[in-house]
């Protein structure tokens, strides 16, 4: 896999574990992310380019794509990744956690997705990854900020594909469900599942890239759940809900064990 890749929110979970694969695989690889100490010391576990990234900024976003082409040449693949997520009542979160969330997860995405059609859409040439999540097509008590930003990712994705898909440019989303990253600290799993890791998602990252199609759910098996969804009387959801724990998940939770996570991403 000969393609440069950038990858935002680098420096740990699905951003860390997709830039080791797409390394092992071949690729040249830059990662960026606003811990610009743990970024760094990513990089230097994998022996590449490694910047602070805030991707909420138009002018730190381009500077870390202009490093990127100067150290390895022309961007062909971005890979917008960076997210968080403040789970808890709706009535509990406050306004600026509203305010981070959507900055963050929609308004980062957006910003990284305009700037890098800005350089493949003059050339006809380029591929743009969106981190989404099961959580924008599944709602869940206790995770509306989190819900409604990945939502927008979904959409703005599939927007985005079909206003550029006769131009060259390739998007695509990836869905992870429950994945082990510090986004779940201190809660559970739902009944009965297996929550991901890192590695299953960075596979469908590469996956993507070598095949690209317009999403992908992980793991697949979800795919067609999903879809069957919108079918299903409210009624029906809610007995699923319960049976698999989804209706107290992210509102019955061990805030201690976030505590850390929280206080991270609202620095």
Excluded at 20 to 32: D, E, M, S
Excluded at 113 to 142: C, F, Q, W, Y
Aim: aromatic share 4%; charged share 25%; glycine share 8%.
């Amino acid at each position: 896999m000969s393609k440069v890749i950038a990858i935002t929110g680098g420096a740990r979970g699905i951003g860390y574990a997709t830039a080791r694969t797409l390394v092992a695989k071949g690729a040249k690889v830059a990662i960026g992310d606003i811990d610009e100490t743990a970024v760094k010391e990513a990089g230097e576990r994998l022996d590449i380019p490694a910047l602070k990234l805030d991707v909420t900024d138009r002018d730190s976003f381009t500077a870390f794509l202009d490093a990127v082409e100067d150290r390895l040449g022309r961007l062909d693949v971005l890979v917008n990744n960076a997210g968080i997520m403040p789970i808890g009542p709706v009535t509990g979160e406050s306004d600026a956690d509203a305010r981070r969330c959507l900055d963050v997860n929609v308004h980062g995405v957006m910003l990284g997705t305009k700037l890098a059609l800005e350089r493949m859409l003059p050339r006809a040439d380029g591929h743009i990854i969106n981190i989404a999540s099961v959580a924008g097509v599944l709602p869940t008590p206790g995770l509306a900020l989190y819900n409604a930003s990945k939502a927008a990712v979904v959409a703005f994705t599939e927007a985005t594909r079909l206003e550029v898909r006769d131009r060259g440019i390739k998007v695509g989303a990836v869905l992870p469900s429950f994945t082990d990253t510090e986004l779940i600290a201190g809660t559970r799993s739902p009944r009965g599942q297996r929550n991901c890791r890192p590695e299953e998602i960075a596979a469908a990252v590469a996956r993507m890239i070598a095949k690209p199609v317009p999403q992908l759910v992980v793991p697949r098996r979800l795919t067609a759940q999903l879809r069957l969804m919108g079918l299903i009387p409210d009624p029906v959801k809610r007995a699923v809900a319960r049976y698999y724990g989804l209706d107290t998940l992210f509102l019955d939770f061990d805030r201690n064990a976030r505590k850390g996570y929280d206080s991270r991403i609202r620095a």
